[in-house]
């Protein structure tokens, strides 16, 4: 990465049990954009430890590629076995967030809307793929980014979007110096 900084991405999975839109099909398309820009990679989820995606890594059919790449590559399953809990979590360590399955309140007080309010208010772009219902009132994106997507493609495409804008701010302030 001659010499400068690594791009540091946190992925934030909300698996809380029933969440059927935290799959790995809609995680390793954006882990290895990340990963393959190149970039850090770190995941969490709220409480840490390993999220409940177990069907998921027992099948044996993907039409995804980057599926069975996830499925093959162990020190993914290993970022996956042992996600930090979201009070690790230091903003300032992290370029951008990318958060699959957040419902509710964007502006709650805790858990992980909390995590995604800290990035917005420090002026870092998110993109979330949201659960069932995402409310991002009163205060919308604040003095960050915010990028939303919901259809089938949106993990990748918010994905490609957060790393384009990370990339050009880190343009922006190495021209600047």
């Known amino acids: 990465m001659d010499g400068q900084i690594p791009i540091r991405f946190l992925i934030i999975l909300v698996a809380d049990g029933d969440n059927s839109e935290v799959r790995i099909a809609r995680l390793a398309p954006?882990?290895?954009?990340?990963?393959?820009?190149?970039?850090?990679?770190?995941?969490?989820?709220?409480?840490?430890?390993?999220?409940?995606?177990?069907?998921?890594?027992r099948q044996t059919n993907h039409k995804e590629p980057t599926v069975g790449r996830f499925l093959a590559d162990r020190a993914a399953r290993d970022d996956l076995a042992d996600t930090l809990r979201l009070d690790q979590i230091v903003t300032e360590d992290f370029d951008a967030a990318f958060c699959i399955?957040?419902?509710?309140?964007?502006?709650?007080?805790?858990?992980?809307?909390a995590t995604i309010r800290a990035f917005l208010t420090s002026g870092k772009p998110v993109a979330v793929n949201p659960g069932r219902h995402l409310d991002t009132t009163p205060e919308g994106a604040a003095a960050?980014?915010?990028?939303?997507?919901?259809?089938?493609?949106?993990?990748?495409?918010?994905?490609?979007?957060?790393?384009?804008?990370?990339?050009?701010?880190?343009k922006t302030v190495t021209s600047a110096d």
């Open 101 to 113: 399955g957040l419902s509710g309140p964007l502006w709650s007080a805790e858990g992980v809307a």
């Open 144 to 170: 960050g980014l915010l990028i939303l997507g919901n259809g089938e493609a949106s993990p990748l495409l918010s994905a490609h979007a957060l790393l384009k804008v990370v990339l050009e701010g880190r």
């Open 30 to 57: 954006a882990y290895y954009l990340f990963k393959d820009a190149p970039a850090e990679v770190v995941l969490a989820t709220p409480s840490g430890g390993f999220p409940d995606l177990t069907g998921e890594l």
